[in-house]
């Protein structure tokens, strides 16, 4: 069983930064961050493979978010960059402890979820 549970949201400004964060316990062979906002489908942001760090990115944030892993830490991050209001959302924390799969255009490639963390961004 993997617990997710994330932090890190907040309010910002259009042009700030926030960095998420997602601690993760148990065995999770890729974890990825989606986000939802009010009236929209949930997507895929970016996503990691936790052995060999490779990294993919959704188009609107290439450039802007970096995805990061500390296995210490057993912590997902994800820094996020020149915010604009369009990136406000819901953003969850997602993983999935087998192997395979792990695409951002497909929730159903993750079997664990966080509760979500809130981003606010005001122009």
């Known amino acids: 069983q993997v617990q997710l549970v994330e932090s890190g949201g907040g309010s910002v400004q259009a042009g700030g930064s926030l960095r998420l964060a997602c601690a993760a316990s148990?065995?999770?062979?890729?974890m990825a961050w989606f986000r939802q906002a009010p009236g929209k489908e949930r997507e895929g942001v970016a996503r990691?493979?936790?052995?060999?760090?490779?990294?993919y990115y959704a188009d609107s944030v290439k450039g802007r978010f970096t995805i990061s892993q500390d296995n210490a830490k057993s912590t997902l991050y994800l820094q996020m960059n020149s915010l604009q209001p369009e990136d406000a959302a819901m953003y969850y924390c997602?993983?999935?402890?087998?192997?395979?799969?792990?695409?951002?255009?497909?929730?159903?490639?993750?079997?664990?979820w966080g509760q979500g963390t809130q981003v606010t961004v005001s122009s």
């Open positions: 997602a993983a999935r402890d087998y192997s395979g799969g792990c695409r951002l255009a497909a929730e159903r490639d993750f079997n664990y």
């Open positions: 990691i493979l936790r052995s060999s760090g490779s990294t």
């Open positions: 148990g065995y999770t062979y890729c």
